[in-house]
């Protein structure tokens, strides 16, 4: 019932900073927490924030603390990562993910197609 799509990849240098956006369809996206996860090549798929469907309550993987931040906004349908102080460490495809009833974890039940996200040294 609800679908998402990825966008604001790319490639920038060590320092830079990139907003990844998520736009979702469907009636149930205000009721659904939201999250991102990233995996590199060869690695498996790893949380990296998360964000409950009221947006008071917001989870950090340690990497990205103090860097990276999630919002969203329920009248747009969007979910956004704001990542900061990039490091080459943080590459990988960021994955969308979205759940019921419950912060999503890498068994979520909606998932977007992914955007690459490179950084360079």
């Not at 009721?31 to 998360?50: D, H, I, T």
């Not at 747009?76 to 990039?86: A, E, G």
């Not at 943080?90 to 974890?105: E, G, I, K, L, Q």
């Amino acid at each position: 019932q609800v679908q998402l799509v990825e966008s604001g990849g790319g490639l920038v240098q060590a320092g830079g900073s990139l907003r990844l956006s998520c736009a979702a369809s469907g009636r149930t996206f205000s009721s659904v927490a939201m999250g991102w996860f990233r995996q590199a090549p060869g690695k498996e798929r790893e949380f990296v924030a998360a964000i409950s469907w009221s947006g008071g309550n917001r989870n950090y993987a340690d990497s990205v603390k103090g860097r990276f931040t999630i919002s969203r906004d329920n009248a747009k349908s969007t979910v956004y990562l704001q990542m900061n102080s990039l490091k080459p460490e943080d590459t990988a495809v960021y994955y969308c993910a979205a759940d019921s009833n419950r912060m999503p974890t890498t068994q979520a039940k909606y998932w977007g197609q992914g955007t690459q996200v490179t950084v360079s040294s």
